[in-house]
């Protein structure tokens, strides 16, 4: 995939408190005053799934690793990790990088 993929998301102006969204408001202290920022594309695995039935547009993904990610600046998103041959060798802690933007899923990670 292209190398100028980017992790966009939020920085809240009052508290610092930073989302890998983009959304109207800080999720943390409602404050309005916010701007968008790139988020650091590296980090590790919090928690995952392995989802053996998806639905809707998942359904034909399935299976697949479901994970929460934290990156570097501690910004924690549900993602799919990509490229998994063994489910079985997926751990917490693992590092992995942002591989691209689905239009549908949003971030999508890889070892
Ligand atoms: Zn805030």
Do not use: W
Not at 6 to 13: D, F, S
Not at 14 to 39: M, Q, R, T, Y
């Amino acid at each position: 995939m292209s190398a100028t993929v980017t992790l966009t998301g939020i920085v809240c102006n009052k508290c610092h408190f930073k989302v890998a969204e983009v959304l109207d408001g800080c999720p943390s202290c409602g404050s309005e005053s916010i701007e968008k920022v790139e988020l650091k594309p590296t980090g590790h695995i919090d928690s995952f799934t392995v989802v053996h039935v998806g639905f809707g547009h998942m359904a034909e993904r399935a299976p697949y690793v479901l994970a929460i990610v934290q990156t570097e600046e501690n910004v924690k998103l549900t993602t799919v990790i990509e490229g998994v041959s063994d489910f079985a060798s997926v751990k917490i802690g693992d590092q992995v990088r942002l591989k691209t933007i689905d239009e549908k899923i949003g971030p999508i990670f890889q070892y």
